[in-house]
């Protein structure tokens, strides 16, 4: 099927041949007068081959690849990559009676550029990241609670951050299938409030849970300090690991509220754990020296753009040098970056300087990155954004 017309400049389509799914503003020749925001087009090569159809949107990435050929950007298509991503979803074994959260949807991770959807139980977070997929919500909200081997029947709304601004769309949060059912979700076992209505994100970060179940295994005996904490995830699975203490750090009270109601949740009345609303930077400054011997850095993203790039860098050094000051000696440290903008190789070069103005003892135990349910499509290595590094100090 085609749409209204992009044509590429001469040349331009060479990425696109290589299946890269987006169509950058300086390597388009011409956009047909009625062309709109948020349109499904048909892009064409410079000499009229049809290469696929996209949304299209103002701005520097101009089109989203969503389909190769003629096939049509429709429900049919819809229903078709969503329970592919079910089905992938089902082979990690990640529905079972003890896990029932994880991520559904990762943009062009499962070729669906723009849209990201989380799954809680019988509830599924929707976020639009192009206007494109703003515009087909309904179709993508019927099709999830179409999926089999799914059971999907509340989908809330939630792209009031993540739309481009400058679009204008209005867009609200809310449930556009169903209604409130229980914000309380399940991951390995543990536990957890989920607030998907005022929480960061879709409500919880899952994709950090293969890296908090081995942070469990390393739990037992040692006194724990978990910075940046936001829900807790990293705590309750150090307490479940046989932390001998846990402390939870957060600078927003309500985060540290949450904290406190998910491990009451999975460890009521525990004297184990507390948890302080203050700067993580300060806090860091002014705890005593070897006070923890595991310590968790799970900023948020330091640099969302190339530009914050440079300053990001020296973030991350000042705050693994001062954990590297502080940690006691024979502590482990989990420390993460998920700026997509910084590198695997940058983010390590910032936590080695960080190392090495320590002059501490310091080596490498595992190398860590985003989970299988964020897939990153071979085509698209811009949607590699989570790494980490779990460190062993003398």
Known sequence: ME???????????????RFHPWVFSGAIDHIDDSVEEGDTVSVYAADGTLIGNGHFQVGSICVRMLTWGDAAVDGDFYRERLQA??????CLHLLRDDNNSFRLVHGEGDFLPGLVVDVYGSTAVLQA?????????????????????LEIKNVYYKSETTLPYKADLDAENGYIVGGYDTDVAMENGLRFHVDWLRGQKTGFFV?????????????????????????GGFSFYAMRGGAQVVHSVDSSA????????????????????????????????????GQYDLIILDPPAF?????????ALVGYRKL????????????????????????????????FSAAAQSRRKVRILHQLSQPADH???????????LKGLVLYVE
Do not use: W
Request: aromatic share 10%; glycine share 6%; proline share 3%.
């Open 320 to 351: 693994n040098g001062k954990a590297f000051e502080k940690i006691a000696p024979g502590g482990i440290l989990f420390t993460f970056s998920c700026s997509q903008a910084v590198s695997r190789e940058q983010f390590r070069l910032a936590v």
């Open 3 to 17: 749409y209204k017309k992009v044509v590429l400049k001469k040349g331009k389509e060479e990425s696109l041949r």
């Open 207 to 231: 994709d950090q849970r293969e890296n908090r179940s081995l942070l469990e295994h390393y739990s037992a005996g040692r006194r724990v300090l978990n910075m940046f904490c936001y829900t």
């Open 254 to 289: 309500k985060a540290i509220s949450l904290t406190n109601e998910n491990v009451s949740l999975n460890f009521p009345g525990d004297e184990r754990h507390r948890a302080f609303a203050t700067d993580a930077f300060k806090y860091l400054a002014e705890m005593e020296k």
């Open 129 to 149: 990241h192009s206007p494109g997929m703003h515009f087909d919500r309904m179709k993508v909200a019927e099709a999830l609670t179409l999926l089999q081997g």
């Open 85 to 90: 991503a079910a089905d992938l979803r089902k």
């Open 303 to 311: 640099a969302k753009h190339k530009s914050a790039l440079k300053n």
């Open 375 to 385: 897939p990153i499509n071979i085509y698209h290595p811009e949607g590699e954004y």
